[in-house]
């Protein structure tokens, strides 16, 4: 029997845990009052919890493309939407450099713009999660062996 978390299972955890901040902070959008804590959350998952994602799953995709002898197949598409959902973050922040937090007003168009990247970034986000599960989680069940598979999960652990 495995002696560790398998380090897909790590990561799947982290997806479902992120899912259920992405559906708060869309219920937030709902009522204008709550922008303020919107984008709160929105930047809190953004800059930490898909950061932290991102930095975990990338030991599984470095020991996967060390194995496949590149980024390619499904490592290339994966690493594609990984580059784009970091340019959307790039402009998630610039947006949110122009705002004044304490004072979110709901009729500024920066406040407006800042929250559609910001939804269009967490559900881009969401829909990842599918291919990673699909495609990249799916390679590594079959193709790591248990010694390096708890080597990956320690790393991940201690991050
Ligand atoms: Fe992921
Ligand atoms: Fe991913």
Known sequence: MQDFVHPVDILVEE??????HIANFSSLLDSPGEWEAAIRNAAQLINHDFVQ????EGILVA???RM???KIGPLEMVEKEH????????RFNKALDKIDLSQVNGDDPQVLDLLEIGN???WAKKSHFFKDERFLFA???G???DEKLREIAWKMESM
């Open 15 to 20: 997806h479902r845990k992120i899912s259920r």
């Open 53 to 56: 994602h991102e930095r975990r």
């Open 63 to 65: 020991e996967l493309e």
């Open 68 to 70: 496949m002898g590149g």
């Open 83 to 90: 580059r784009q959902l970091d340019s959307l973050r790039k």
């Open 120 to 122: 269009r970034l967490v």
């Open 139 to 141: 390679a590594a069940r």
């Open 143 to 145: 193709a790591i062996d």
